[in-house]
C-alpha cells in the first residue's frame, strides 16, 4: 500500500518535469499582432510589414490621381461627367476622393481577411474601357452599374469554387511564365510612368511603338531623378541594406522637391517632353475635406436598356474576363515573390483572396470609381519585406489617410516611385529558371505568355495567349486528354476575348 502510494506521488511528478521540459523546447504561441497576422512564423517582423506597406502605397499612390485623370474628362452619352463635373475637370477631386476611399478599405479588408501583401485600387486598363466603350454609349450610372454585375457574376464564381478550380487547373510551369511576365510588365510600367520610354505619336508611320525618351534621347531633370532613383535602389539592395527600396524613395522625392523649387518645372501633359510625366512635386496645402459624391451613382440593370442586352453582356463579359484572370496572374506572382506559394504554385488562403477582389470589383462601380483589382504594384513591398497581411492594413490606412492628405500624396512624382518596379522587374524575373525550356509544350506557351505581357501592356491578353497556345499545342500533338477541362472552357472563352470587337459588330 504504501508503495502504491509512493507511486501515486511520483507520477504526477515526473509528468510535471516532462511537460516542463515539452513547453521549455517550444518556442511562445504568438500573441496580438504577431499571431493574428502570423509574422514571425513567415519570418517577418512588424517593421519590415510597415516598411512594405508604405512602399506599396507610394508605388500605387498615382492612381488616385491618374484615376481621375481616366475618368473624370469623358462625357457619357447624354454628355454628363462623372461625379457632376463639367469638361474643365472641376469633378476630379472628387473623384479622388472616391478612388482613395475603396482602395483603402478593400485593402485592408485583403490584409485582415486574406493575409496576404496584396493592395488593391481601380483597375487601369479596365477605368479607360469603362470610360470609353460603355460610358460614351449610355451613362456614367449605366456603365458603373454594369461595373456593378460584372463584381457580383466574379463572386458567384468565386464562392462556387469555379475560379478557384481554374486556377488549380492550370499548368504550374504557366504560373511560373505569368510571375515571370509579370515582372517583365512592371518593369517596363516604370520606365514608361517615368518619361525613360515612351510612345511614339506617329508609331503608324514609324518601325517601332516605343523609344528612348522623347525623341530618342532623355530629356529633362525628371528623367534623371528617376535615373538616380535606379542607380539608388540597385547599391543599396545589393549593398543588402534594410529598407532599400523606401530609402530610395524618400530620398528621390526629396531630389524632386528640390529641383521643383530651383527649375519650376510643369507636367508632360501642360507643356510637353522634359517635365515631369504625372504629378509635380509641388506642395499645395497639407489637409483637404474630402467629398464622397460618386458613391453609390449607379444603375445595376440601365445598360440593358440603354446599349442593348447583346452589347450589355458582352461588355460584361470583357470586363469579366479581365478581372477573372489579372488577379490570378497578380496574387500568384506576390506569392511567389513572396515565397508563399505551395509546390502547386497556389498561395495560401487563396479563396479568400479572391472573394475579396471580387468584392472590390463590384465595390468600386457601387462608389462610382471603376472596377477595383488587385495591384501588381504590391511587388514592390513584397521586395521591402512584407510577407503578411499586416503590410496591406498599413497600405490601405495611407489610402484613407490620402482623402484628407491629398494635396501631399499629388505631390510626389512618379519618377521617386517607379524605380522600385524596375528592381521588383529583375526580382520576380528571376524565377524563369523554373521553366523547362527543352519541353517545347510548355516553353512556347510560357513565351508567349511572358512577351506579350509587356507587349500589349495587358496581363490577361499574355494569359490568353499562354492558355490558348497550350490547348493549341497538345491537340496538334495529339495529346488534347492530358488538357484539363477547365483549361478547354477557359481557352474557348478566351477565344470570345479576342474576338470581342468583331462579335460586338456583328451582333450588335
Not at 502510494?5 to 518535469?17: E, G, K, Q
Not at 485583403?110 to 496576404?116: L, Q
Not at 490606412?397 to 519618377?415: C, H, K
Request: proline letters at 5%.
Amino acid at each position: 500500500m504504501g508503495t502504491k502510494h509512493a507511486r501515486s506521488t511520483l507520477l504526477p511528478h515526473c509528468r510535471s518535469v516532462t511537460d516542463q521540459t515539452q513547453t521549455a523546447a517550444q518556442p511562445p504561441k504568438a500573441t496580438g499582432l504577431d499571431g493574428f497576422f502570423r509574422i514571425s512564423e513567415r519570418g517577418s517582423s512588424v517593421g519590415r510589414e510597415v516598411r512594405g506597406g508604405v512602399v506599396t502605397f507610394l508605388t500605387m499612390a498615382y492612381i488616385v490621381v491618374l484615376n481621375p485623370l481616366i475618368l473624370g474628362f469623358v462625357p457619357d452619352s447624354t454628355g454628363a461627367y462623372l461625379g457632376g463635373g463639367s469638361g474643365d475637370g472641376s469633378n476630379l477631386p472628387v473623384i479622388a476622393a472616391g478612388t482613395a476611399l475603396v482602395a483603402g478599405v478593400l485593402t485592408i479588408l485583403m490584409g485582415a481577411v486574406a493575409n496576404f501583401p496584396l493592395a488593391l485600387a481601380t483597375g487601369l486598363g479596365l477605368n479607360a474601357f469603362v470610360a470609353n466603350a460603355v460610358a460614351t454609349r449610355s451613362t456614367w450610372e449605366d456603365a458603373m452599374g454594369l461595373v456593378v454585375l460584372e463584381g457580383l457574376i466574379i463572386l458567384v464564381l468565386v464562392l462556387t469554387g469555379f475560379r478557384r478550380a481554374v486556377f488549380h487547373a492550370v499548368p504550374q510551369q504557366l504560373k511560373v511564365a505569368i510571375s515571370v511576365g509579370i515582372g517583365l510588365f512592371i518593369a517596363l510600367i516604370g520606365f514608361v510612368d517615368a518619361g525613360f520610354v515612351t510612345r511614339i505619336p506617329d508609331a503608324a508611320l514609324t518601325t517601332v511603338p516605343v523609344q528612348l525618351g522623347s525623341g530618342g534621347t532623355l530629356t529633362g531633370w525628371p528623367v534623371l531623378v528617376f535615373a538616380i532613383g535606379v542607380v539608388l535602389v540597385v547599391a543599396l539592395w545589393v549593398r543588402r541594406v534594410r529598407g532599400a527600396i523606401l530609402i530610395s524613395i524618400v530620398a528621390t522625392a526629396v531630389l524632386a522637391f528640390v529641383l521643383q523649387a530651383a527649375l519650376d518645372l510643369g507636367s508632360v501633359a501642360e507643356e510637353g517632353p522634359g517635365n515631369w510625366s504625372l504629378n509635380v512635386p509641388e506642395l499645395n496645402g497639407v489637409v483637404d475635406v474630402p467629398d464622397f459624391g460618386t458613391l453609390g451613382e449607379f444603375s445595376l440593370f440601365g445598360a440593358f436598356s440603354s446599349v442593348g442586352l447583346l452589347a450589355a453582356l458582352l461588355l460584361a463579359f470583357t470586363l469579366l474576363l479581365a478581372d477573372f484572370f489579372d488577379t490570378m496572374g497578380t496574387m500568384t506572382a506576390i506569392g511567389a515573390e513572396a515565397g508563399l506559394n505551395d509546390d502547386e504554385g497556389v498561395p495560401p488562403n487563396s479563396q479568400r483572396i479572391l472573394v475579396v477582389d471580387s468584392v472590390a470589383a463590384l465595390a468600386g462601380g457601387a462608389a462610382g470609381v471603376s472596377s477595383n483589382t488587385s495591384y501588381i504594384e504590391s511587388a514592390s513591398g513584397v521586395g521591402e519585406g512584407a510577407r503578411t497581411g499586416l503590410a496591406s492594413v498599413v497600405t490601405g490606412l495611407l489610402f484613407l489617410l490620402s482623402t484628407f492628405f491629398a494635396p501631399i500624396v499629388q505631390a510626389i512624382p512618379s519618377e521617386a516611385a517607379v524605380p522600385a518596379l524596375v528592381l521588383v522587374g529583375f526580382l520576380m524575373m528571376q524565377q524563369v529558371r523554373g521553366i523547362d525550356w527543352d519541353d517545347l509544350e510548355i516553353a512556347i506557351p510560357a513565351f508567349l505568355t511572358i512577351v506579350l505581357m509587356p507587349f500589349t501592356y495587358s496581363i490577361s491578353v499574355g494569359i490568353g495567349a499562354g492558355f490558348l497556345a497550350y490547348v493549341l499545342i497538345k491537340v496538334v500533338l495529339g495529346k488534347a486528354r492530358a488538357v484539363h477541362p477547365l483549361m478547354w472552357i477557359v481557352a474557348a472563352l478566351f477565344v470570345v476575348y479576342f474576338a470581342i470587337d468583331p462579335l460586338t459588330s456583328w451582333l450588335t
